[in-house]
């Protein structure tokens, strides 16, 4: 491969391998302290449940660890579905110990229409995000989102449009249907 930098020309031989399929087994597992028996609010949901937004006329679920400690700050995982199916107990199920493992967070907004998503939705999405924030301890610059499919159109839109909220986007099996912003510092 040859790049230039400003005046410097260079060529590089390169050798190609393939991508892992597995994660590396030295991965550190995050170490969240329990909480102090005083620090736990009896009343905030751990586990998996269901929240109503009254002020869309939507539900979210999330999956919370059952260590929950108002301490640690978490991440956020936005887990965006596809059409026709919220796979709320299979994600759930899968992301369980990664979520109790790596200090993180699940939130899974339901669409208003199980066939899809519709842009109208978008600000939805964002305020469950913030309903969280207010609940739980959530790390700003540790929410990501997450779909495939039909669900990764939408979840690019909410990507592009809240680049103040979402850090990440891991999405899959899915064609980005609208052109990025322009890149801006703050918010790559």
């Known amino acids: 491969i040859t790049f230039e930098r400003g005046p410097l020309k260079e060529t590089v031989k390169l050798t190609l391998s393939e991508t ?5 087994n ?30 869309h006329n939507h539900e979210y679920w999330a999956y919370v660890p059952g260590d929950y400690n108002p301490d640690y700050e978490y991440g956020l995982v936005v887990w965006v579905h596809p059409g026709g199916d919220t796979m709320e107990a299979s994600i759930a199920q899968d992301w369980q110990r990664l979520c109790e493992r790596r200090g993180l ?10 066939a899809g998503w519709n842009l109208n939705e978008a600000e939805f999405v964002n305020d469950s995000v913030l309903d969280l924030q207010s609940r739980y301890r959530i790390d700003p610059n540790r929410i990501a989102i997450h779909s495939f499919g039909s669900g990764g159109e939408f979840a690019f839109h909410l990507t592009f449009k809240y680049r103040e909220t979402f850090r990440a986007a891991a999405i899959f099996s899915a064609p980005v249907s609208e052109a990025p912003p322009e890149n801006d510092p703050e918010y790559r």
């Open 105 to 114: 967070i699940l939130l899974g907004p339901k669409s208003e229409k199980l």
């Open 26 to 55: 030295d991965l550190l597992d995050e170490f969240i302290p329990r909480p102090e028996a005083a620090n736990v609010d009896e009343d905030l949901p751990t586990g998996l449940f269901t929240v109503p937004m009254e002020a």
């Open 20 to 24: 892992p399929e597995d994660l590396p």
